[in-house]
């Protein structure tokens, strides 16, 4: 599949029970889960998605939207949708390094230069390869949304990777983010994305690493005293579909939820980007978290610092997706 650029619930309901059954029959409800608030840029990607798969299949499929984590963490809901049980879902890279090593390339730490380049990478022969690799995990996968590119929350200040030594830094479930700071001499803490503010309010984590939208959507700022502008990692959503359910449709519905995907994740990229300057002010305006931003020259220690994650993680990942990367990231920086 060629991609153009893109520019518990509890399970009570009958059509959920899938007790060793399998999906018995192609569902016309879609359940939808997201892990951020509903006033998030990836819920308005959401509710667009429905708009979109809604009218464009004439009402023959409902799309029900559970964010904020209402029908389990994503660990739970990647085994939901390998049985069937949940239908669609932008699950975080790192999240699925459990199901497929491969997935976690895109959170090497300073791979990325920029947005641009992220996306002209992920949207073509690379994206393509890493969905294949979930198919045979119980996926369907169409395309990558995101939250962002990620920066660093702490009690103190951060200015080199020294500073970090000795810290409790929460991070996702994850054994590449976990590498991530052990590198730097840190203590990562692998934390619920939901116990992340608790965990921070009672100082069991010292620091935190998420996008600007998911620091001000969950409030981090109000329990952290620094916010550094490190743009040290990208947090990459793989959007999936059950495959075990997404088999059953007729081929022409197929290629609409797969249409319906891509251009819902593009306006989520639009929307997220958009309101980056309007999260960053709301932080800053709470008037409770310094922002600090990272120079060239803190930028080049740090991904000096880290760059043996990179070759740590090289057998699992694959060396042959992470030399592809390389080079597509690097003649896309020539063609500048």
Avoid at 5 to 31: D, E, F, K, N
Avoid at 143 to 149: H, K
Avoid at 208 to 219: D, F, G, T, W, Y
């Amino acid at each position: 599949m060629s991609r153009t650029p893109l520019t518990r619930r509890i399970l009570g309901g009958t059509a959920l029970m899938l007790s060793g059954i399998g999906v018995a029959a192609a569902q016309t409800t879609v359940l939808f889960h997201h892990d951020l608030p509903d006033d998030s840029a990836q819920h308005q990607a959401a509710e667009y998605f429905k708009e979109l798969l809604e009218e464009r299949t004439e009402g023959r499929y409902e799309v029900e939207i559970y964010p904020n984590n209402e029908l389990g963490d994503d660990t739970e809901v990647i085994q939901q949708m390998q049985s069937g049980a949940v239908h669609a879902a932008p699950i975080p890279t790192a999240k699925l390094s459990g199901v497929e090593p491969a997935m976690q390339l895109a959170d090497l730490p300073f791979l990325f230069p920029d947005a641009e380049i992220t996306y002209e990478v992920l949207d073509g022969e690379l994206g393509d390869a890493l969905m294949e690799r979930m198919v045979e995990r119980g996926f369907h996968g169409v395309g990558f949304w995101e939250s962002g590119f990620k920066q660093l929350t702490c009690n103190t200040r951060i200015d080199g990777p020294e500073d970090l030594a000795g810290k409790d830094v929460r991070v996702m479930e994850s054994a590449l983010l976990v590498k991530q700071y052990e590198q730097l001499g840190a203590n990562p803490i692998p934390i619920a994305f939901s116990e992340t503010y608790s965990a921070l309010e009672q100082g069991v984590a010292d620091c935190q690493e998420n996008p600007v939208v998911s620091i001000a959507k969950m409030r981090f700022h109000e329990v952290q005293d620094h916010m550094m502008l490190s743009d040290h990692g990208y947090l990459g959503t793989a959007f999936l579909y059950s495959l075990v359910w997404f088999e059953q449709l007729p081929p022409e519905d197929q290629a609409i939820f797969e249409e319906v995907a891509l251009e819902a994740g593009a306006y989520q990229r639009e929307v997220s980007n958009a309101e980056f300057d309007t999260y960053l002010a709301e932080i800053e305006d709470y008037g409770n978290i310094q922002i600090h931003e990272f120079d060239d020259d803190q930028r080049a220690a740090f991904e000096e610092a880290l760059r043996p994650v990179h070759e740590a993680f090289r057998d699992e990942i694959g060396g042959d997706l992470m030399d592809l990367a390389y080079e597509l990231i690097e003649q896309a920086e020539a063609e500048r």
